[in-house]
């Protein structure tokens, strides 16, 4: 039987696993709508957000809470050209997303019809890999191959362009079973060899640190990690995206590192003699001035994409592979059962000076304030969520308090966008982590300017009844832009004032949401409380402190042991 | 060190091949001096020559970046072992009757042809290695050159080795 593209497509979503899609309609995929409400209403719950860049960002939060593909449907041109900045937010942290984007039929493809966009073209840089189906037959094997791509080796967004008459066209449906893509072969194996030369330096560090990464999160790698650190007694520090693969409780966690990472962490970099970076990247923020970089170290790098090694930083061992796999090896080749005395031994020195460096500068703020210091919003959600939260955020201040407060102890309970910095990611990603995990709390930890780039998603959340919360640590500026502009640009404030806002409760009541304020610290616990039993959406508007910033602080291209500490 | 580097890869045959591997250069600004495209034996396949220039981590970075896009099947590094690079260059020089024996006289020594001929000017084609054609062009700068159009660099690895269509990996 000859079944159209449209049906082609929502049957082979269906194979693929897929229940929930996020999306926007318009002409060129009004087919596609159709089937869906005639043909698949039972099979789909279909999110229909109020912006398509939001279905993007909510697709990525769903797939960074559930580890499973996030999926958008929208239509050409301008739905296609909003999907971009979720795009490039998803390519920068190695997300597995698919958009598939409607487009004009394929005989008026170049002819600038009516909302005509070469979206591949647009999209080829911020995309793993992309796609325009010409012919319905091909559609089945190209979605096939556009989930293996999206969710194998290194993860990353997958657009795939669906011409009006592929779409429309029926021809006979099979689903591919596996497929092979000849050029397409990431290796996921540890080299032994490799293994082995890391291990001799592993049994013969004195100042060991693991750099984890965000890879460690989409590996699954996080329990390898564990043992691997906790019997040998290495201590672990974390990137942005990294935060949750390794408990934040446990004493062996230094924290995050890097432009806003804790004074220890960034001091045992500067004084490894060992460092084991696993599934990331050494960022800019993460590394300062590079050359001074984990200087005194030999460094093991296992990272599954070859382009991230030897990129910014020459290392000793590089290792291509799949994070879990690279740590599991280890351990065997390691032969780690327990704890060896003579191992604890010979780091004893090196704990106590992880140790000296808590104690003479940790992560602190003014806790006597009445004024609301945003880092206790942070702590008291922390608290009041027993750390089991989800919690994403939008881009600046808030961000890095999020990072610096929370204590993450479970891998994909933070989703943040670490790689582009995106603001009003925060919101759209609850979305989506909410609709994975309807039963738990989903918190975006926003500033007053981010949550303005998608507010639109309140009718969303509301519409769905998605209990979101939103703490907006509301400070009245472009508070991260306005903490440079106060160190490094003489407070010469250039258009950071962003007082002109709306009032965030009215708002959030004129969509049908609730609204709550705090003004002082003595009512943050109340409001809190207030939001975590609300059954709905809630705004929360804390009123902090306008003048706080984040510290420490490393500034650009400085080392990272030269932190500006308050 | 900055060294020029040929580098053969096998892509697909496919639409939009050319504008990654094109845009995967410009984004990352890695230099481009010359890149040559056409089919292979393989209909699927065609084979593309490149000719960048940069120290030895960008160079590493290039590489391993084309063999990220999914549809290169092969990249390989040809001047890291014995190859053979050609270029063919067409040049129209001046050529007034003075000056025609000069002209004709250079066109001999690098075995060079003369493909058009008009009362004050001459079209040269000349095929060679690199050297050969930065030299002949030297040589013929004195004539005064009007116009050169150049295909840009196609290498083969030498001897027994090949770069086969087809394969994945190095
Ligand atoms: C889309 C986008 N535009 C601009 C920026 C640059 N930027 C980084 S942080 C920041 C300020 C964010 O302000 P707000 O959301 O109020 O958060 P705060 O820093 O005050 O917590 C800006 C403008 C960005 N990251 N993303």
Known sequence: ?566 | MENRKVISAIVENKPGVLARVAGMFSGRSFNIDSLSVAPTMNPDLSQMTIVTHGNEAVFEQIIKQLRKLINISKVQDLTRGDYVDRELVLVKVKATSVKRGEALRIVEIFRARIVDVATDNLTIEVTGSQGKIEAMLELLSSLGILEVVRTGTVAIPRGRKVSRTGDTGD
């Open chain 1, 1 to 566: 039987m000859k079944i159209s593209g449209a049906s082609i497509l929502l049957r082979s979503l269906k194979e693929e696993g897929v229940d929930t899609i996020f999306g926007y309609p318009g002409g060129a995929v009004i087919d596609i709508f159709d089937t869906l409400a005639r043909d698949f209403s039972q099979d789909f719950k279909f999110i229909l957000v109020r912006h398509e860049q939001a279905a993007v960002h909510a697709a990525d939060g769903y797939a960074r809470a559930t580890g499973k593909p996030g999926v958008c449907l929208v239509t050409s041109g301008p739905g296609g050209t909003n999907t971009v900045t979720g795009l490039a937010t998803a390519y920068m942290d190695s997300i597995p997303v698919l958009v598939f984007t409607g487009q004009v039929p394929t005989q008026l493809i170049g002819n600038d019809a009516f909302q005509e966009a070469d979206i591949v073209g647009i999209t080829r840089p911020c995309t793993k890999h992309n796609y325009l189906v010409s012919r319905t037959e091909e559609l089945a094997k190209t979605i096939k191959e556009g989930f293996l791509i999206a969710t194998t080796g290194r993860p990353g967004p997958v657009l795939i362009d669906l011409p009006k008459d592929v779409v429309q066209n029926k021809v006979k449906f099979d689903y591919p079973k596996t497929i092979e893509i000849p050029t397409y072969r990431p290796n996921v194996k540890a080299h032994p060899p490799s293994v082995k030369r890391a291990a001799e330096l592993i049994r013969l560090a004195e100042r060991p640190v693991i750099y984890a990464g965000g890879g460690v999160i989409t590996s699954g790698a996080h329990e390898e990690l564990f043992k691997f650190a906790s019997t040998l007694n290495f201590p672990v520090t974390s990137t942005l995206m990294g935060l949750g693969c390794f408990p934040a409780t446990h004493p062996l966690f230094l924290g995050m590192l890097g432009m806003h990472g804790t004074f220890r962490a960034n001091m045992a970099i500067d004084r490894t003699d060992l460092l084991l970076a696993i599934g990331a990247r050494f960022d800019d923020r993460v590394t300062g001035r590079v050359e001074e970089f984990a200087k005194d170290a030999k460094i093991i790098h296992i990272d599954i994409d070859p382009t991230s090694i030897q990129k910014n930083i020459v290392v000793e061992v590089p290792i291509v592979c799949d994070a879990k796999d690279g740590l599991s090896k280890l351990i065997d080749e390691l032969k780690i059962e327990g704890r060896s005395a003579e191992a604890d031994d010979r780091l004893k020195e090196w704990h106590s000076q992880l140790t000296a460096w808590r104690n003479q500068q940790r992560l602190r703020f003014d806790r006597t304030s009445e004024i609301i210091k945003p880092q206790f919003v942070i702590e008291k959600l922390y608290e009041m969520t027993k750390g089991q939260a989800i919690i994403t955020t939008e881009v600046g201040q808030n961000q890095m308090w999020a990072a610096q407060y929370y204590l993450f102890d479970h891998p994909r309970t933070f989703l943040t966008s670490g790689g582009l910095g995106t603001m009003g990611y925060g919101f759209p990603a609850a979305i989506g982590a909410q609709v994975a995990f309807p039963g738990k709390t989903v918190i975006d930890i926003a500033g007053d300017g981010s949550i303005q780039m998608n507010i639109q998603e309140l009718a969303t959340v509301v519409q769905y009844k998605l209990p979101v919360k939103i703490a907006i640590l509301n400070n009245g500026y472009l508070g991260m832009v306005r903490q440079w502009q106060e160190r490094f640009y003489d407070k010469v404030y250039s258009h950071t004032d962003i007082t002109v806002a709306p009032d965030f409760v009215k708002l959030a009541e004129a969509y049908g949401a609730v609204g709550l304020r705090a003004t002082k610290s003595s009512e943050v616990e109340k409001v809190i409380e207030k939001a975590l039993e609300t059954s709905g959406p809630v705004i929360i508007d804390f009123i902090v402190d306008r003048d706080e910033g984040v510290y420490p602080m490393v500034p650009a291209g400085a080392p990272i042991k030269e932190m500006i500490l308050v």
